[in-house]
C-alpha cells in the first residue's frame, strides 16, 4: 500500500463542527453548572446562556445554535412558549427541556410545542450529554 495514498485520505478528511449549545435557565447556578460540563466535552461548544425564555428567542435566532437546553419554568416567558416560538422560527434547531417538576403533563406540553425530548433536572451528567449527543 502506498504510504502517500494514506496520507492523503486523512488529510483530506474535514473535521466535524463542534455541536452548538444553547443553555436556557434561570437557576444561574446550574446554568452555569452545564456550561462547564459542556465546554469540557470534545466536540461541543457552549454559544450561550440565557436566563428566560425571551432571552433565548433572541439569543436563538442570533447565534442558530444545534441544540437548545430549555428550562420549563422561567420568568417572563415560560420554556414551553419559547420552544414553540424557537422552533416556528429555526425548523432545524433541537430543543431539548430540563425539567425540576414531576408531572408528565408538562412534558407532554413541551413535545406538542416542538421539543425532541425532555430530560430531569435530577438526571445524572452522563445522561444529559447522552440525550444531547442523541439529538445531534
Not at 76 to 101: E, F, N, Q, W, Y
Request: proline letters at 4%; aromatic letters at 2%; hydrophobic letters at 45%.
Amino acid at each position: 500500500m502506498n504510504p502517500l495514498a494514506v496520507l492523503r485520505s486523512t488529510a483530506d478528511e474535514q473535521p466535524q463542527a463542534p455541536l452548538r449549545v444553547l443553555i436556557v435557565d434561570d437557576q444561574l447556578l446550574y446554568a452555569e453548572a452545564i456550561s462547564v460540563l459542556l465546554r469540557q466535552q470534545e466536540g461541543m461548544e457552549v454559544v450561550g446562556v440565557a436566563g428566560d425564555g425571551r432571552e433565548a428567542i433572541e439569543l436563538a435566532v442570533a447565534l442558530r445554535p444545534d441544540v437548545v437546553l430549555m428550562d420549563i419554568q422561567m420568568p417572563r416567558l415560560d420554556g414551553i412558549s419559547a420552544t414553540r416560538r424557537i422552533r416556528r422560527r429555526l425548523p432545524s434547531t433541537k430543543v431539548l427541556v430540563m425539567t425540576g417538576l414531576t408531572g408528565d403533563e408538562h412534558v407532554e406540553e413541551s413535545l406538542r410545542a416542538g421539543a425532541e425530548a425532555c430530560i430531569k433536572k435530577f438526571s445524572s451528567a452522563g445522561d444529559l450529554l447522552t440525550a444531547i449527543e442523541q439529538l445531534a
